[in-house]
Structure formats: structure tokens, C-alpha cells
């Protein structure tokens, strides 16, 4: 998609600090981190978000949820826990509108969130 910021990043038009990339993901710390450890998991093809995820997509949440277990056994805090989140519209907080899932450890988090 031409004007967004996610596709961009994939592409390389605009930089992104990567930690993580295959064939179907792309992961990179978040610019403005709510943990210690914040990376973001995108899917490489443009899907705007969980909503709108059909039924030939269930491959890319795979990918993004094996990514981030791999993410957070490398990263030295998945025996210690961490959080998954997907915004999704305004009220749920996502704010670009390409589906990425956040990936948060480092620290211990409260219930309930926000």
C-alpha cells in the first residue's frame, strides 16, 4: 500500500531498527517503547487489521506468533513472561492502520491494562 508507514518500513523507503525477518514477517523496535523490550510483528502483506485478517491470512498470524516467541527466547524474557497485544480501530488504540502485533517484556505488567 502506497501511503503506509508499515509498507514503507518493509520496503526500505523509510528506516526501521529490525531485529527479526522472514518470509512473511518483519519485526523492529518500536519507536515509542511502553517496556524495556517493545518490538512490533508485521506482516509483509498490507492487511489493515485484525478484522480484517480472511481466511487464506491465518498463515501471517501464525508467522507473527512464532516470531514473537522466537523474539522473546533470544531477547531473555519469555521464561519470565511478557505480553502480546493487537490494537485494533480507535478506540482499541491502533493508530497505523496495518496490522502488527506488539511484543512487550522486560518488565511486569498490571491487570487490568490501560
Known amino acids: 500500500m502506497e501511503d503506509c508507514l508499515f509498507c514503507k518500513i518493509i520496503a526500505g523507503e523509510i528506516p526501521g531498527n529490525k531485529v527479526y525477518e522472514d518470509d512473511m ?4 523496535y518500536d519507536i515509542d517503547p511502553k517496556a524495556p523490550e ?3 510483528i508485521i506482516p509483509k502483506k498490507h492487511i489493515k487489521s485484525i478484522l ?3 481466511e487464506g491470512d491465518f498463515c501471517y498470524i ?3 506468533i512464532k516470531a514473537a516467541q ?5 531477547k531473555g524474557f519469555a521464561q519470565d513472561g511478557f505480553r502480546l497485544v493487537f490494537n485494533t ?3 482499541g488504540g491502533q493508530t497505523v492502520h496495518h496490522l ?3 511484543l512487550l517484556g522486560g518488565r ?5 491494562p490501560g
Open 108 to 112: 511486569e505488567f498490571g491487570w487490568p
Open 89 to 91: 480501530g480507535a478506540n
Open 70 to 74: 522466537k523474539l522473546a527466547a533470544e
Open 38 to 40: 517493545h518490538i512490533l
Open 25 to 28: 514477517v518483519y519485526a523492529f
Open 52 to 54: 480484517e485478517v480472511g
Open 62 to 64: 501464525e508467522a507473527m
Open 100 to 102: 502488527h502485533l506488539h
